[in-house]
């Protein structure tokens, strides 16, 4: 049975209309005097702190704590204003799936499993008043690599529900190659969703338990037998 599911954000959960680029971009501009900072950069399944740190080194500003505080907190500052300012929208399917996980006899614990750092995380997600349903989860000021954070996540998930869970008792949805290795690393079941920029013939061949064009494809009784 599945006890745990854990759900990446961007992608998966929400489309922010590329907010966190620009977000990203506008910090690098306004705080470290860098235009167009983050061109080239590819954003999609990699970690905040990851992604600030190649930054810093390609831009040879020093990657301290300083300059990471400064950063992440000018960073959320102009997320939360962009988000305001553009809106976006909540993945196809993904209140369906959460309302049936709910729903279940036995419903698993819902967490979170994201690159994003836990503020920008809690912005994004109040922003569609989705934070209050996860009650655990993992985030990029855990750790920079993904797979790390997933087993923090999995840890996290085990002492919320006083157990130590299998990987086939947890499930990681994800929509890049970076969930479904994470997933992987865990020994977690994944469920595959091409809502973000990876094309759902790319999903499949990685060959996670599930692949879909979007979450309303698939039903939680499918996911948590």
Known sequence: MVRLVLFDIDGT?????????????????????????TAGLKFAGRTDTGLVRELFVKHGIEPSKKN??????????????????????????????IEELQALPNPPLLGLLTGNI?????IKLRHFNLWEIFKTGAFADDHEDR???????????????????RGDEVVVIGDTPHDVACGRAIGAKVLAV??????????????????????TKIEARQICR
Not at 13 to 37: D, K, M, P, Q, Y
Not at 118 to 122: K, S, V, Y
Request: a negative charge; hydrophobic letters at 45%; one cysteine or more.
């Open 13 to 37: 959960l929400l489309h922010t209309n590329s907010v966190g680029i620009r977000a990203f971009a506008r910090t690098l501009e306004t705080e470290f005097n860098v235009h167009n900072g």
């Open 118 to 122: 836990r503020l920008g995380a809690e």
């Open 68 to 97: 990471f505080r400064l950063f992440f907190d000018s960073y959320t500052n102009c997320l939360a204003q962009m988000l305001v300012e553009t809106g976006g929208e909540i993945c196809p399917g993904a209140e369906k799936l």
């Open 147 to 165: 797979n790390e954070i997933a087993a923090v996540a999995h840890q996290r998930g085990c002492e919320a529900l006083g157990e130590q869970l």
């Open 194 to 215: 091409a809502t973000g920029v990876t094309p759902l013939a790319e999903l499949e061949a990685l060959r996670p338990e599930w692949a879909v064009a979007d979450l």
